[in-house]
């Protein structure tokens, strides 16, 4: 749904910024959390009730016309992270394939790492985006 059609767009404004690392030729897909409290993330790589949830959405810009961008969350039974990132092509892209993403911090330390993303997206994984593409030809 395009930003300019939500009832509130406040919850749509820049949270964390987006980076696409390299590690021995492989993109990996990273959001910078800056305000971080790494306790928070140490919980979370063995809590059983994890949730999270990709969900991309346009946001018009006056100026710069269409920006893509995301809204991440990961949710526990005790803990809630949310992130708004408009991310480059190459992040989407990396996304897609690589089917995770990582979060780190100013300091390029990944801090956890989210396997087997779940979008809400017409094409969600590496996987799909295959068939489609036998599908189109």
């Known amino acids: 749904m395009p930003l300019d059609k939500m009832s509130d767009t406040e919850d749509f404004v820049l949270t964390h910024y987006s980076k696409v690392l390299h590690s021995n030729g492989k993109p990996i897909a990273c959001i910078i959390d800056k305000n971080l409290q790494e306790s928070r993330y140490s919980s979370l790589p063995n809590d059983s009730s994890l949730k999270a949830s990709l969900t991309g959405f346009l946001n018009k810009h006056e100026e710069l016309g269409l920006l893509f961008g995301f ?23 990396t996304v897609i394939f690589s089917e995770s993403i990582s979060i780190i911090n100013e300091n390029m330390d990944n801090l956890f790492s989210l396997k087997k993303i779940v979008t809400d997206q ?10 489609f593409k036998k599908m189109m030809t």
């Open 71 to 93: 809204k991440l969350k990961i949710q526990t039974d005790s803990s809630f992270f949310e992130f708004t990132v408009y991310p480059n092509e190459e992040f989407i892209d």
């Open 122 to 131: 017409f094409v969600k994984t590496a996987s799909e985006y295959t068939k």
